[in-house]
């Protein structure tokens, strides 16, 4: 019997009928013989509506508590699907993450699993039971505490799941069709990939598409899981990741995978840096210290006759004030003029394999941004990435204008975006 993990994202279970809907296609799935597995979200925008509600009690609430609160809405779902799954006839029991086995590392609110002990899980299977599981939750392995994985992470405790059970595939149901040559609520004419590689998967999540988060296909490629994404609201077959295409998989889009786009991150700069060694290990090390991931970096050629360089970097806005704070601290041991923080930007980025072989991927990158009007601030690259930052009011035309540049449109329907807010 084969045993299969799926994973409900929010907007699949956004309300009672939803989660009717939902409690239906999984009885479908025992029915054809799987032994089943259910990870869930909270309902809808609940995760959001509860920092909100965190946010109004304290402006920075503690770790541990946000994490006990957070977890409060996937528990919500997780006994309503149960529920609405025994309604239909069946046997379905609910779990907690810790429940589930789910053990983590101590750092409240992006805790990483390390370590998933499933028994419980797999006991209730063998006695015929359809399992669900509160996604985005794990137990500290120290500590006892509960924490959460960082938000998006249902989708990391549905392929930590399917690896550890040994399941044949891990199915992630979302709100659009599978995974888009580009956001298809910004590209109507994007295209749905038959079959993605777990690189440029990766690289995708890396720039922004929130499709998958990057720490679960990560995950799947360490672990081997194919993972199926597909909507929740249609029968069609959606995106295959795995190593390797299987059967008919599709593998369309040779030297491109995909546009992806991020307005998450702003942009720091420090002017008028001395030009010598030392002073980017200093400034950079002072961001390290704060626990801030920083994402591109550039710097300058120094004028000859000040001396002096600009180093720009982007980072996620959330950081931002950490980040200035923390270089304001530095101000004098490095001797630098000012800072500029601009989160006015947005990333562009466009993937694929193919263009390690495809000289002219770069320039027709470039002209086609040129050709829309949009300029470039920053560049930065990888062996099958190239990315840029443009202002963020031209974020929506640029990605449409390379999108059609690399003949990524489709020219059939428009891509069907079911639900969810994009919140
Ligand atoms: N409910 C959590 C969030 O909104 C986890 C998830 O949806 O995967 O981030
Ligand atoms: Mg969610």
Known sequence: MSLVVQKYGGSSVADAEGIKRVAKRIVEAKRNGHQVVAVVSAMGDTTDELIDLAEQVSPIPAGRELDMLLTAGERIS?????????????????????????????????????????????????????????????????????????????????????????????????????????????????????????????????????????????????????????????????????????GDQQVEHAIISGVAHDVSEAKVTVVGVPDKPGEAAHIFRAVAEAEINIDMIVQNVSAASTGLTDISFTLPKAEGKKATAALEKIKATVGYDSLRYDDQIAKISLVGAGMKTNPGVTAQFFEALSDAGVNIELISTSEIRISVVTRADDVNEAVRAVHTSFGLDSDSDEAVVYGGTGR
Request: hydrophobic fraction near 40%.
């Open 78 to 246: 997780m006994a309503l699907l149960a529920m609405a799954i025994k309604n239909l006839g069946h046997e379905a029991q609910s779990f907690t993450g810790s429940q589930a086995g789910v053990i983590t590392d101590s750092v409240h609110n992006k805790a990483r699993i390390i370590d998933v002990t499933p028994g419980r899980l797999r006991a209730s299977l063998e006695e015929g039971n359809i399992a669900i599981v509160a996604g985005f939750q794990g137990v500290s392995q120290d500590s006892k505490d509960i924490t959460t994985l960082g938000r998006g992470g249902s989708d990391t405790t549905a392929v930590a799941l399917a690896a550890a059970l040994d399941a044949d595939v891990c199915e992630i149901y979302t709100d659009v069709d599978g995974v888009f040559t580009a956001d298809p609520r910004v590209v109507k004419k994007a295209k749905k990939i038959d079959w993605i590689s777990f690189e440029d998967m990766l690289e995708l999540a890396a720039s922004g598409s929130k499709v998958l988060l990057h720490r679960c296909v990560e995950y799947a490629r360490r672990y081997n899981i194919p993972i199926h994404v597909r909507s929740s609201f249609s029968g069609l077959p959606g995106t295959w990741v795995s190593n390797e295409p299987q």
